[in-house]
């Protein structure tokens, strides 16, 4: 191991191969001959410099080979700075590269003083957008379990972050596997009430003649097998928080006497004669659209009322901005290490598969899918059928996907440019601004706008 920067050499010549290596003694070179082998070295090393040639072999007198090269480096390494060199008075090859994505370019024959400049100032800029990168990440730090950098999700973040010390009931509404349950335990996590117990209980899963047991617990006798006092998950819960999932699915009955509860702060064991006090926190969860139900009868409105003192809801993993694949390298670190997996990444159709799919299970969905994906893998990249994302549909969905997603991009960053100015923002995108404003409310783009 060595603390000098990595410094991938991608030339076939072998005299100019040890020229180089002889004269870069404050890199750790690393030399490729060919474009497969470069690939393998950026997969292997992550190098943050390459000084490539562009006539690589077979094609050592064009430049087809080198440019491909160019465009596989900057695929798997973004970040990582190529510096091409040309052949003498190659201008027009030079400047492709660049517009391709290498960082700069450098005609032969070689000088080393001047590649020595061209090389850590190219070090430099790599250096400082890590840094950026890095503040960039600890700055939008979500919650500790959560991860997410969609702004709509880095909102509900600081939401949870400052319900927490308070006693206010929370209802988390959204689909199935949002993460409504991680979330709760987030705000219980965060509150002064974290050393006490978080207790869950699932509405939809008990039966609706044991709820009440359940919920309250009962006094020895109180029911034929009551052999003795239990405590429910109320009392349970005492000091702590009250976890009450699915709770669009608690019977009417039931949901008065939860009612009850909520206002007095008070429970009556099943069989008992006693009023209890009990302090806890309660948080609800619900896929149910808990209005329409209360429009239905199906669900008390006064309890409505109570529960959702604050109304979250959760968007599901298709709206979210950038999360996607965030949360699919997330579970690819972490199912990889749980196996001793030999994959490294997600092939390139599989990100495009990734992004394109509209994730009805959502986190659980993408949970499941990449880790099956690393047990089913036969290569270090997982492709789309390992994930088992292939379809002509998926293929469909895609390009009008990938269009609206470049589109709402576009929007919101010119908005962060322009702070959210309209004028100046659609002056930038080049349309007029009902045109943007048309957008904005099509894409339920939400930032503050100024005229
Ligand atoms: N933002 C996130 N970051 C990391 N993991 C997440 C995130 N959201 C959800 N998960 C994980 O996804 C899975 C599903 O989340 P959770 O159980 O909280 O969803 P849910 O909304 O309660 O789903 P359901 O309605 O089906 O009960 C869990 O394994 C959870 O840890
Ligand atoms: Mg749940």
């Not at 109320?234 to 009955?253: H, K």
Request: include cysteine.
């Amino acid at each position: 191991m060595t603390d000098k920067p990595k410094l991938l050499i991608v030339e076939d010549d072998l005299g100019l191969q040890s020229q180089l290596r002889w004269h870069f003694d404050q890199y750790e070179i690393i030399v490729a001959g060919n474009r497969v082998d470069a690939v393998d070295a950026i997969q292997l090393h992550e190098p943050p410099l390459v000084l490539q040639d562009l006539g690589l072999p077979p094609d050592d007198e064009g430049v087809d080979e080198g440019f491909r090269c160019i465009r596989e480096i900057s695929t798997l390494a973004p970040n990582t700075k190529i510096i091409v060199m040309t052949g003498n008075a190659d201008y027009e090859n030079a400047v492709r590269a660049v517009a391709m994505g290498a960082y700069d370019f450098y005609q032969k024959p070689v000088n080393s003083e001047t590649l020595d400049l061209i090389l850590q100032r190219a070090y430099h800029i790599f250096e400082l957008e890590e840094q950026n990168r890095r503040l960039q990440e600890q700055r939008q730090e979500p919650l500790e379990g959560i991860i997410a950098c969609d702004p709509t999700m880095m909102k509900i973040c600081r939401t949870i972050e400052k319900l927490a010390p308070s006693i206010v009931t929370c209802t988390l509404t959204g689909e199935s596997g949002t993460g409504k349950e991680v979330l709760a335990r987030a705000l219980h996590q965060l509150s002064s009430r974290h050393e006490g117990r978080m207790v869950a209980i699932n509405c939809a899963a008990v039966p609706e003649n044991l709820m009440e047991s359940e919920l309250f617990g009962y006094e020895k006798g109180a029911f034929t097998g009551a052999n003795k006092r239990t405590l429910g998950k109320v009392e349970t819960a005492s000091g702590g928080t009250l976890f009450l999932d699915e709770i669009g699915d608690m019977p009417l009955a039931l949901q008065a006497k939860l009612l009850r509860f909520l206002q007095e702060r008070v429970i009556e064991r099943v069989g008992g004669r006693e009023e209890i006090p009990v302090d806890v926190r309660v948080v609800c969860a619900t896929n149910k659209d808990l209005q329409k139900m209360v429009q239905e009868q199906t669900f008390r409105e006064d309890l409505y009322y109570r529960i959702c003192e604050m109304e979250i809801h959760i968007p599901p993993l298709r709206d979210r901005q950038g999360d996607k694949l965030l949360l699919a390298r997330h579970f690819l670190r972490k199912f990889t290490e749980q196996n001793n997996s030999q994959v490294t990444g997600f092939s390139s159709e599989a990100v495009d598969a990734i992004e394109a799919y509209d994730w009805p299970g959502n986190i659980r969905e993408m949970e499941n899918r990449v880790k099956r994906s690393v047990v089913m893998a036969d290569d270090k990249l997982i492709s789309s059928e390992d994930l088992g994302l292939v379809s002509d549909e998926s293929l469909n969905i895609n390009l009008r996907q990938v269009r609206q997603n470049a589109e709402k991009n576009a929007i919101l960053r010119a908005l962060a440019m322009k702070e959210g100015n309209i004028s100046a923002a659609s002056k930038l995108l080049g349309v007029t601004r009902p045109t943007l404003y048309d957008l904005i409310k099509k894409y339920n783009i939400q930032v503050a706008i100024t005229e």
